[in-house]
């Protein structure tokens, strides 16, 4: 499930882009902002879906080998393995997938070139190989590498990345906790199941809902006023001066600690000191920790920055 980093990270992006764009629409940016966290759950469900599109180009492989003129031995008598893999069936037959599949835009079977490379770099790894040539049956056996094919090829396929970039700017700080949350809902399946139970999307929806809502609002409201402390306590820097991620992430994180009183100081700061190293320049971290060490504490002396909890103001 999403967690509160993931969404900083949401927010951080569309931020950008909202101060990167010369006459923005606040409400079309925050319109956005939960059409990216859709576009999550989408994600999480085409993983699942891309198992069952291998499954159904490896019966592809075997029908057309049956129907050729001179079909050879291995033709007449394919390896079924991989096609009644039990976890697999499972995925094949889920109709809350089924139903889940067509709420997406994602739409793997328009772009079966795709497919059909990523199923033949698939079929080339030493994992499916072993997998064929084992003779161990059963479920944890079937679960085990349907798993490891997931985990070690298909969701690390270039191609299937590029794809992704084409359908989604975003879709890339998404990939690993998407990827976790699949193998999670994998892992939780048993044998005598009948559908696959989806993951649910927040842990508390209505708290993490209001939690982005106020980080992205907030941040755009007490943006101009605290862009102008930063301006005023960093001497050596001009407002200007400071790059526009940097400024936005210190923005972020001065409204998240003047917002949300149940937030320790120490949690924010070092939240978004994480941040900056992922997604600015290599000497960010260095200059927002400053900025933080320097403000905060000036903020929370002239009541700017007020929590509720005893520890929470702690740096």
């Known amino acids: 499930m999403l967690n509160r980093r993931h969404v900083r990270?949401?927010?951080?992006?569309?931020?950008?882009?909202?101060?990167s764009d010369e006459k923005p629409n606040a409400a079309a940016y925050e319109k956005m902002?939960?059409?990216?966290?859709?576009?999550?759950?989408?994600?999480?469900?085409?993983?699942?879906?891309?198992?069952?599109?291998?499954?159904?180009?490896?019966i592809e492989k075997i029908e057309a080998g049956m129907n050729k003129k001179l079909p050879t031995k291995e033709d007449l008598h394919p390896n079924t393995k991989f096609v009644t893999n039990s976890l697999l069936r499972i995925i094949a037959n889920?109709?809350?997938?089924?139903?889940?599949?067509?709420?997406?835009?994602?739409?793997?079977?328009?772009?079966?070139?795709?497919?059909?490379?990523?199923?033949?770099?698939?079929?080339?790894?030493?994992?499916?190989?072993?997998?064929?040539?084992?003779?161990?049956?059963?479920?944890?056996?079937?679960?085990?590498?349907?798993?490891?094919?997931?985990?070690?090829?298909?969701?690390?396929?270039?191609s299937m990345h590029e794809f992704l970039e084409?359908?989604?700017?975003?879709?890339?700080d998404d990939l690993d906790l998407c990827a976790s949350m699949v193998l999670r809902t994998l892992k939780q399946?048993?044998?005598?199941?009948?559908?696959?139970?989806?993951?649910?999307?927040?842990?508390?929806?209505e708290d993490e809902n209001d939690y982005c809502k106020k980080l992205f609002r907030q941040t755009l409201a007490l943006g101009e006023e605290n862009q102008k402390v930063i301006a005023q306590n960093t001497p050596n820097w001009e407002a200007d001066?400071?790059?526009?991620?940097?400024?936005?992430?210190?923005k972020m994180a001065f409204a998240e600690a003047q917002t949300f009183d149940s937030i320790p100081v120490k949690v924010t700061m070092n939240e978004y000191i994480e941040l900056s190293k992922y997604y600015s320049t290599p000497k960010s971290a260095t200059f927002i920790?400053?900025?933080?060490?320097?403000?905060?504490?000036?903020?929370?002396?002239?009541?700017?920055?007020?929590?509720?909890?005893?520890?929470?103001?702690?740096?």
């Open 9 to 19: 990270i949401k927010v951080l992006q569309i931020l950008f882009a909202y101060y």
């Open 33 to 58: 902002l939960f059409e990216s966290i859709d576009r999550f759950r989408e994600l999480y469900v085409s993983f699942i879906l891309l198992l069952g599109e291998m499954q159904g180009l490896a």
């Open 94 to 158: 889920s109709k809350k997938l089924d139903k889940a599949s067509k709420e997406i835009h994602i739409r793997w079977k328009d772009n079966k070139d795709l497919l059909k490379a990523m199923f033949k770099m698939l079929t080339e790894t030493d994992d499916y190989k072993e997998y064929m040539d084992s003779k161990k049956r059963g479920f944890e056996h079937d679960k085990e590498y349907l798993l490891r094919f997931f985990r070690r090829h298909l969701v690390n396929d270039e």
């Open 166 to 172: 084409d359908q989604g700017i975003f879709w890339n």
């Open 189 to 205: 399946i048993n044998e005598n199941d009948e559908d696959v139970e989806f993951l649910p999307l927040w842990k508390d929806p």
């Open 241 to 250: 001066r400071i790059a526009i991620m940097d400024m936005i992430i210190l």
């Open 289 to 315: 920790n400053g900025v933080l060490d320097t403000l905060i504490p000036k903020m929370i002396h002239e009541g700017k920055i007020k929590k509720i909890g005893r520890g929470l103001l702690e740096e």
